[in-house]
């Protein structure tokens, strides 16, 4: 059982080396332990830094680009060595490296297919932003409750992945993963579960991600409505497109009552316009989800083609293997 713990890290040479060295090296039910590290483009010596501190890989983008390409290369990596598990955790220390343990053994005994951490549950997070903290929990609310799926923690970054998690994952967005990586998992039947751990927020720290409340929202929001459109499409655009229709049939029959006791149709033709363009707008979302529904048949044919040449790339090492030294480029 090889456990690969990732570490994204973008100017990070200040604290990389203390979180590196503080990730235990050995595991119940684990054989290899490797530490791994993607340095998306830094200014500093982060990768320099990695390497002395013991990263057993690390791998560089020349120029900076978005922890989503990041995670994307972190996941191809991994793979290629032979990883049966992914721990993704932060790299400035946020969160305690000990907490490994409490992420991977849900996975290790076969239970879930994929942990993610819960900043939220029985550990209030220190120093949080109100503002990240509310955003968070209600979008939390609305896409689990569009999932069927209770979320605790939408964006926590520090999560861990079985192998055939990371096969199946589609991962095309640049700006973040994080929602995205939910949304895909409960929609592919994945088995995801929620840790409480202790987490720390400094004060100082600026995110790479929430450039602005506004800007964080506005494309956070686009990549969720867009993932929950594919997951759900059926529900997407049936759902308000029912709605539509009982509310023209509700119209309607309030005209009909009127109607009826006057036998006039000008007084409330208002009543009847309102109820057919109601019930043709209904009918478009129906057909909307119909064809979405069609496409997203044709999306899993396509998804389950990428799983099997994925499976074929990244073929199981054998154990005895080890993985690649560390690449100047990624």
Not at 16 to 42: C, L, M, N, W, Y
Not at 47 to 68: C, F, L, S, T, Y
Not at 219 to 245: E, T
Not at 254 to 277: C, D, G
Request: proline share 4%; hydrophobic share 45%.
């Amino acid at each position: 059982m090889r456990l690969i713990v990732n570490l994204p890290a973008f100017n990070e040479a200040e604290k990389i080396a203390q979180t590196i060295r503080k990730i235990p090296r050995h595991f119940e039910g684990v054989d290899e332990v490797f530490v791994q590290v993607i340095d998306d483009g830094s200014k500093d010596d982060t990768a320099k830094v990695a390497k002395e501190a013991g990263a057993d890989m690390v791998h560089i983008h020349p120029v900076n680009r978005g922890i989503g390409v990041t995670f994307r290369t972190a996941v191809y990596k991994a793979l290629g060595n032979g990883a049966d598990i992914m721990v993704n955790i932060d790299a400035d220390g946020q969160f305690n490296p000990i907490d490994i343990e409490k992420v991977i053994r849900p996975v290790l005994n076969g239970e879930v297919d994929m942990v993610s951490a819960d900043r939220f549950g029985k550990h209030a997070a220190k120093n949080i932003p109100w503002i990240k903290d509310f955003l968070n929990r209600v979008a939390a609310k609305i896409i689990g409750g569009f999932l069927n799926q209770k979320i605790n923690d939408l964006t926590c970054g520090f999560r861990a992945y079985n192998r055939e998690c990371l096969l199946r994952l589609n991962l095309p967005g640049n700006f973040t993963y994080t929602q995205e990586v939910i949304i895909d998992a409960i929609g592919k039947n994945l088995k995801v579960k929620w840790v409480p751990v202790e987490v720390t927020y400094f004060g100082d720290r600026k995110s790479r991600v929430v450039k602005s409340v506004y800007n964080y929202v506005n494309n956070s929001g686009k990549i969720i409505i867009k993932a929950i459109r594919d997951v759900r499409p059926m529900k997407f655009f049936g759902v308000p497109g029912l709605c539509l229709i009982f509310l023209s049939l509700f119209i309607f029959a309030v005209f009909a009552i009127f109607y009826f006791q006057e036998f006039k149709i000008s007084p409330y033709r208002n009543y009847l316009l309102l109820s057919i363009t109601s019930l043709l707008v209904g009918l478009q979302f129906i057909i909307f989800a119909l064809i979405a529904d069609m496409i997203k048949s044709n999306r899993k044919l396509t998804e389950d083609q990428m799983y099997m040449l994925r499976k074929d790339k990244y073929r199981k090492k054998h154990s005895s293997e080890k993985p690649h030294e560390n690449h100047l480029n990624a």
